[in-house]
């Protein structure tokens, strides 16, 4: 009888452990998911941590104006590009 009620606790401490690994490891994955958006081709970056590379953006001198580079801006649980502006002087 003891075997039977140690074997029993050892099977739910094992499955439990392994639900809650489980259960870690895919909330982790959603944080630093790259999902694709197939039919817009957007890219959304959901990780808070790490943000993405910056984009090249091609600008012209323009007499009178400054240039303001984009930059990423957390909105709404993800990283969105923000495009860069012209700025009068």
Known sequence: MRRIITMTLMAIGLTGGIAAADGYHDRDRDRVTVRVNERGGEVH???????????VERHEYRRGFIWFGGDWRW???EWQWIPGHYARR
């Open 75 to 77: 909105r709404h649980g």
């Open 45 to 55: 970056y959901r990780d808070y941590n790490h943000r993405p590379e910056l984009r």
